[in-house]
C-alpha cells in the first residue's frame, strides 16, 4: 500500500505560478506531491493539522563546503587569506575520512533543520577514495537530497589549485560506478571542477569534458577575488567552444558584465553566497544589479560554515538587504536597477536552485507530481505572527526555530521541531570530538 499523509488547511506558498499562494492541503503519496488545493476530499491518509503553518518548497542550497561543518564561525573576523593558507592548505590536508563523514552529517543535519532539503555538498577533500566515501557516508545518513561535487585532494604545496597541470582525479569513475548508479535516487554525482583561475588550459578543458563524458554537471568558483579580476575565466571557456547550461558558477563577483551575459547565453546559472562573499573582504561586490539586469536569476549557497551562517533563511535575509542597499544608495552602475521583490528572493532559494542543480522537473514548488520536499514554518510564533504576507514572512522573518517540520521525498526528516532519525546529542559528540582530532592535528604540524 502506498504511504499518504495530507498537511490539512495550510497557508501554501507554492512557487508554481498555475497554483499560486492559496490556503489549502497538500496530498503527500509516498514521495510525490499528488495533489493541491483547498479542502481536498482524501480518506486513508494520515491527516496534519497544518493550519498555523506556511508550508513551502524546501530550500536549495547551490554550494556547501560542508565537510568543514565541525570548524564553524571560527574565520569570520580573519582576513580571507587566512583561511585558504589555514583550512585548505594546513588543516584540509590532515583531514582523516571520520573528519569528513562526521562533517558532512552535521553540516547536512543542520541544513535540513532549517528546512534545506537539496544540498549541492561542494567537497573539495578528496584526499583519498575513502575520503570520498565518507562524504557519501554523512550525506546518506542525514537523509538529506544530496549533489555529492566530487573534487579534488588538499595539498600543502598548491600543486592541485595553482595553474595546476594534474587532472581531475579518475577515482571519481569509481564513485558513480559505487554510488550513483541511477539518476533519480536521493543523491546525485556532480563534478566540482578546478577553472581557468586554477589550473592549465589543458586541465580545465579535460575535467569538463569528464564531468560531460559521464553525463554529470559541474560547478566552479569563478570571480572571487583580485588576483583572478584578471583571469577572464568565462571568456576561456567561450573560447574554447565549453559554456553549456549544465555549468553553476559560483560567486562571480569579479566577472566583467560580458562574462555575465555569456552565462546567461549559454543556460548556465549562477550561485551566490550573499553572507560570506560580504563577510570576506576582498572577495568583491556581489554582481546581483548586473545579473538581474541581464535577465540571469541566482540561486543561493551557503558556502562555507567557517566565515558564515549557511541557512537559507539567512542567505536569502542577505542578498535582499545587500540589494536594497546597493541600489538604493546609488552604488550600482546598472542605469536602471531592476526592482527586487521577495518573492524573486525566494525564488533564488527554491525555483532558480531546483534548476541549477538540473532538477526544475522534480524539486523547487509544490506542483503535483514533483518530489514531495517542504519545508514548514510555524506563523504563531511571535517574530512571525500575525503573518499578513506569508512570503514576506519567510524572507524576512523566519528561523530555523520557526521550523516545525521538513518533509524529503515524502518523509518527514524533522518532526515538532525535531530532527527525525538523528540523535542530535550523538552527533554532536561526534563533532566534538572530530574537532578535537582535527586540532590536535593542526597543532603538532606548527
Not at 125 to 149: C, K
Not at 175 to 188: C, G, I, K, P
Not at 234 to 253: E, K, R, S, W
Request: proline share 4%; glycine share 10%.
Amino acid at each position: 500500500m502506498s504511504r499518504r499523509t495530507l498537511l490539512r488547511g495550510a497557508r501554501l506558498v507554492t512557487m508554481d505560478p498555475d497554483l499560486g499562494d492559496l490556503t489549502g492541503d497538500v496530498l503527500v503519496e509516498d514521495d510525490v506531491i499528488a495533489a493541491v488545493g483547498p479542502d481536498l476530499a482524501v480518506t486513508d491518509a494520515e491527516v496534519v493539522d497544518a493550519a498555523d503553518w506556511i508550508v513551502a518548497p524546501g530550500f536549495v542550497d547551490t554550494h556547501r563546503h560542508t565537510w568543514q561543518s565541525a570548524m564553524r564561525h571560527t574565520y569570520a573576523d580573519l582576513d580571507p587569506m587566512q583561511y585558504f593558507a589555514e583550512v585548505l592548505e594546513r588543516i584540509g590536508p590532515s583531514f582523516e575520512p571520520e573528519d569528513v563523514r562526521v562533517g558532512n552529517l552535521l553540516g547536512a543535519a543542520g541544513a535540513l533543520s532549517a528546512g534545506t532539503t537539496t544540498l549541492v555538498d561542494w567537497s573539495h577533500i578528496q584526499n583519498t577514495p575513502e575520503h570520498s566515501d565518507a562524504a557519501v557516508a554523512g550525506l546518506r545518513e542525514a537523509g538529506i537530497r544530496g549533489v555529492f561535487a566530487h573534487g579534488w585532494p588538499l595539498v600543502t604545496d598548491g600543486s592541485w589549485t595553482v595553474a595546476s597541470t594534474l587532472g581531475h582525479p579518475q577515482d571519481i569513475r569509481r564513485v558513480q560506478a559505487e554510488y550513483f548508479s541511477s539518476s533519480d535516487q536521493l543523491l546525485t554525482l556532480a563534478m566540482a571542477m578546478r577553472g581557468p583561475e586554477e589550473a592549465s588550459p589543458e586541465v580545465f578543458t579535460a575535467d569538463l569534458r569528464l564531468a560531460r563524458e559521464l553525463g554529470i554537471r559541474s560547478t566552479v568558483h569563478v570571480g572571487a577575488y583580485a588576483r583572478h579580476a584578471h583571469d577572464h575565466a568565462v571568456d576561456q571557456y567561450a573560447a574554447a567552444g565549453l559554456l553549456g547550461p549544465d555549468m553553476t558558477f559560483v560567486h562571480c563577483n569579479r566577472l566583467h558584465r560580458h562574462e555575465l551575459q555569456l552565462i546567461a547565453d549559454a543556460g548556465a546559472s549562477v550561485s551566490l553566497g550573499a553572507h560570506c562573499e560580504m563577510n570576506s573582504a576582498g572577495i568583491g561586490d556581489i554582481p546581483l544589479d548586473h545579473l538581474l539586469d541581464i535577465g540571469l536569476r541566482p540561486s543561493l549557497s551557503g558556502d562555507t560554515e567557517t566565515k558564515c551562517t549557511g541557512d537559507m533563511f539567512t542567505q536569502m535575509k542577505m542578498v535582499f538587504a545587500a540589494y536594497r542597499f546597493w541600489t538604493g544608495g546609488g552604488h550600482s552602475s546598472v542605469e536602471r536597477p531592476v526592482p527586487l521583490r521577495m518573492r524573486d528572493v525566494l525564488k533564488f532559494a527554491t525555483v532558480h536552485g531546483a534548476r541549477a542543480v538540473g532538477m526544475a522537473d522534480r524539486i523547487g514548488s509544490l506542483t503535483p507530481g514533483k518530489q514531495a520536499d517542504l519545508v514548514c514554518v510555524r506563523a504563531t510564533d511571535l517574530n512571525i505572527a500575525p503573518s499578513l504576507d506569508p512570503v514576506a514572512s519567510l524572507v524576512l522573518a523566519a528561523h530555523e526555530g520557526n521550523v516545525d517540520s521538513v518533509m524529503v521525498a515524502g518523509r518527514f526528516v524533522k518532526r515538532d521541531g525535531r530532527l527525525v532519525g538523528i540523535d542530535q546529542r550523538a552527533l554532536l559528540e561526534q563533532a566534538l570530538a572530530s574537532q578535537e582530532r582535527i586540532g590536535a592535528r593542526t597543532r603538532a604540524a606548527g
